[in-house]
């Protein structure tokens, strides 16, 4: 149970909401967003703290949810390993339990995913994923929000993901069945996602052969680095992999004539994407990053308020 005594809700994956609760959630943040922007004031998590875990870099998500809290009338609390006791070994089950007394609410972006359910196991306060090297569910509720935006309902629509079986692709995976979109998933041997994780998705999602193949008339093509936090030592070996899996005009050019491209960013160009990619008419990466912050505006009022 949570301190107002709903039962206590988590955002580990995507499918810790169920499609309508997503679909709801998505629709709050286009109110939370139109709200910010004609410049009313909507402050329901007054005096609520939400404590944020980095143990990776970021600028998107430590950004968007402070400011998020901020304009919600709430505080956010930045805590790097390097200056609280868990660098210093603490175990993060009794982190949990100190913290979650004292904050509202805690978002941890760390490597492993079990770290985070086991933090989440021992916290008396909803705890949110913000990237592990499994999943990064936040940047989906906006990737979804800027296709629907852009574009209307994702559902039934063709989605091209192109490089990694990453952390991002595998919540690409979750998305498929949460919204009911079809997914093309082109990487190189030896970094395609979990089967597991594709298997949960049925036959929503397929693997391709070639990065050509999946961008076929697609709605949406998404890529992302090929070397993640955390996979450094693996850079020069990755971009041998991943030569024939960039998204470049040609590539593009085989995607519906309307289609939209996505990257959550940071991004490498003339890596992954090509700059006329990246910075041409197809890409919606500024809205992408930017609505992080209304989706998970959304998402923290869903969590947290009474
Ligand atoms: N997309 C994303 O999560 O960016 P940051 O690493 O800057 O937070
Ligand atoms: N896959 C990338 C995403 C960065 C936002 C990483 O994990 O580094």
Same mark, same amino acid.
């Given at each position: 149970m949570d301190s107002i005594g709903r039962p206590l809700r988590h955002f580990?994956?995507?499918l810790d909401l169920s499609p309508?609760?997503?679909?709801?959630?998505?629709?709050?943040?286009t109110e939370l967003k139109r709200l910010v922007r004609s410049g009313e004031r909507f402050e329901p998590l007054k005096n609520r703290t939400l404590g944020m875990i980095f143990e990776k870099s970021s600028t998107r998500t430590r950004v968007s949810f402070e400011v998020g809290m901020t304009q919600l009338g709430g505080h956010a609390l930045f805590l790097s390993p390097q200056d609280t006791q868990l660098g210093r070994g603490e175990p993060v089950e009794d982190s949990a339990r100190v913290l979650s007394r004292m904050v509202d609410a805690v978002?941890? $972006?760390?490597?492993?995913?079990?770290?985070?359910? $086991?933090?989440?196991?021992?916290?008396?306060v909803p705890v949110i994923n913000g990237l592990t090297d499994r999943f990064h569910p936040c940047q989906l509720?906006?990737?979804?929000?800027t296709y629907q935006e852009h574009r209307g309902s994702i559902r039934g629509r063709t989605v091209a993901w192109i490089g990694d079986g990453n952390n991002m692709c595998h919540s690409y995976v979750n998305a498929a069945?949460?919204?009911?979109?079809?997914? $093309?998933i082109a990487c190189p041997e030896g970094f395609?996602?979990?089967?597991?994780?594709?298997?949960?998705? /049925?036959?929503?999602?397929?693997?391709?052969?070639?990065?050509?193949?999946? @961008?076929?008339?697609? =709605?949406? @093509?998404?890529? =992302? @680095?090929?070397?993640?936090?955390?996979?450094?030592?693996?850079?020069?070996?990755?971009?041998?992999?991943?030569?024939?899996?960039?998204?470049?005009?040609?590539?593009? /050019?085989?995607?519906?004539?309307d289609a939209l491209f996505m990257h959550c960013l940071p991004a490498h160009r003339g890596e992954e994407v090509?700059?006329? @990619?990246?910075? /041409?008419?197809?890409?919606v990466v500024w809205d992408e990053a930017e609505n992080r912050l209304h989706a998970q505006k959304a998402l923290l009022e869903f969590l947290l308020a009474a």
């Open positions: 580990l994956t995507l309508d609760e997503a679909g709801a959630l998505l629709q709050r943040a978002m941890i $972006r760390t490597f492993e995913q079990r770290t985070l359910e $086991r933090f989440a196991e021992c916290s008396l509720l906006a990737d979804v929000l069945r949460l919204f009911d979109f079809e997914l $093309r395609r996602p979990d089967p597991a994780n594709l298997a949960g998705a /049925g036959d929503r999602c397929t693997l391709m052969q070639s990065a050509t193949q999946a @961008v076929e008339n697609a =709605d949406l @093509v998404v890529t =992302d @680095v090929w070397t993640s936090m955390g996979k450094e030592q693996e850079q020069k070996q990755r971009r041998q992999a991943f030569a024939r899996f960039k998204v470049d005009e040609a590539l593009l /050019g085989n995607a519906a004539p090509s700059a006329a @990619v990246i910075d /041409g008419p197809q890409s």
